[in-house]
């Protein structure tokens, strides 16, 4: 079974930044590609971010592009989400989620996923 565990959430004011985590168990990381993707209250969930399992990210929305980046360790089984400049509009619960890199990773738009974390808040105060 595919485990995925978002940390690194929390409060923080606009400007400032933040680092998300998302540990990986259960199925051979490598393999994987991770997207990040973000919900406001209201709001449709919005793919932000992937990387493919060869450590190239492969996709920015419009809206992070220039301020979230997007990294894997493999060997620790980890993809993390740097995030600087933050802006309130920034504020949701912010998602992991694996899927083959074919199907998840496009170079214009990211894909659906089969596998998710449970999210964790990130709000930013103005």
């Not at 051979?28 to 406001?40: L, M, P, V």
């Not at 170079?107 to 449970?118: F, I, L």
């Amino acid at each position: 079974e595919v485990h995925l565990v978002e940390s690194g959430g929390g409060l923080v004011q606009a400007g400032g930044s933040l680092r998300l985590s998302c540990a990986a168990s259960g199925f051979t990381f490598d393999d994987y590609g991770i997207g990040w993707f973000r919900q406001a209250p209201g709001e449709e969930r919005e793919g932000i971010s992937c990387i493919t399992a060869r450590d190239q990210p492969t996709y920015y929305s419009d809206s992070v592009k220039g301020r979230f980046t997007i990294s894997r360790d493999n060997a620790k089984k980890v993809v993390y989400l740097q995030m600087d400049s933050l802006k309130s509009e920034d504020t949701a619960v912010y998602f992991c989620a694996a899927d083959d890199p074919k199907w998840l990773c496009g170079t214009t738009a990211m894909g659906p996923a089969s596998h998710w974390g449970q999210g964790t808040q990130v709000t930013v105060s103005s």
